[in-house]
């Protein structure tokens, strides 16, 4: 496994770590391949219900690695570096927002560029007091990738998605979740407790139910209402016919915990 993205698995739920600090977990080559290669591990692994992605080091991510596109631009091929990037970030987002499992986001510091991107395409996100989300794509030439723009947009609205990424706009982490751009603030001086907490009680819920819940509410963005409350409605029988429903009913009937 590359050390510059660490992966912990335990009880039914995985940590992942951005860790090259060294470098403010900027987005390159490397970090991209790292990434993609434990996106792939936790989505496919059964045993995993939920995972916690977080950072080292005082930046959560700095963005694109302009270290890495400046040489590109010296060996004359920046677009086809920006091409392979783009593709691998893309994929991952898709992964992360499509797999059946929760995945939460913990953002410490600054998250700018391709971080925007991948924090937000988590189903939770917490940040702390110290966090600063910074578009930084105008400031470089760059458009928004990696899905950031549309988080962004659905979250914010067109008027203050537009401000942001046209003013290279700064949001603190309190703003954040005032705005609704984020689901929780949390302390910074207890963020990782309280978000292993979160994964930990995630991790023991019903999987398949908690998998159903993503899918109609993600999907919900781009369907008609009738079309939503029929999808909610499939949910719940698919849930009813599994042993997840009876086995909640019965736990609530009987004041146990349910056994998922």
């Known amino acids: 496994m590359n050390d510059l993205v660490l992966l912990e698995k335990k009880d039914g739920h995985a940590l992942i770590t951005l860790n090259a600090s060294q470098s403010g ?14 996106i792939q591990d936790v989505r496919w692994d059964n045993e995993i219900k939920a995972i916690l992605m977080r950072s080292n ?7 694109g690695d302009l270290g890495a596109f400046q040489r590109g631009v010296n060996q004359q091929r920046l677009p086809a570096l920006v091409e392979d990037l783009s593709a691998t970030l893309n ?17 410490e510091g600054v998250c700018a560029g ?3 991107g991948l924090s937000l395409a988590a189903d939770v996100t917490l940040v702390t007091e110290n966090a600063k989300f910074v578009a930084g794509y105008i400031g470089i030439g760059a458009v928004p990738d990696g899905g950031s723009s549309f988080a962004v947009l659905q979250a914010l609205g067109l008027p203050r998605a537009l401000d942001f ?12 979740a005032e705005m609704g751009l984020v689901s929780r603030l949390v302390s910074t001086e207890h963020a990782a407790d309280e978000a292993i907490a979160l994964l930990e ?4 819920g019903p999987p398949a139910a908690l998998a159903r819940t993503k899918k109609v509410l993600i999907q919900g963005v781009s369907r008609t209402f009738p079309e939503y409350v029929e999808a909610e409605r499939q949910g719940i029988i698919a849930s009813a ?20």
């Open 241 to 260: 016919a599994s042993g997840e429903l009876p086995e909640g009913v019965a736990a609530f009937l009987e004041k146990r915990p349910p056994q998922f």
């Open 25 to 38: 977990n900027t987005y390159n080559e490397a970090m991209a391949a790292a990434l993609w290669q434990v």
């Open 165 to 176: 990424f046209l003013t290279n706009g700064v949001i603190d982490g309190p703003q954040a």
């Open 114 to 116: 391709a971080g925007i």
């Open 57 to 63: 080091g005082t930046l959560f991510s700095g963005g």
């Open 201 to 204: 009680k995630i991790s023991q």
């Open 91 to 107: 994929a991952t987002v898709l992964a992360i927002r499509g797999m059946e499992k929760i995945f939460i986001s913990l953002i």
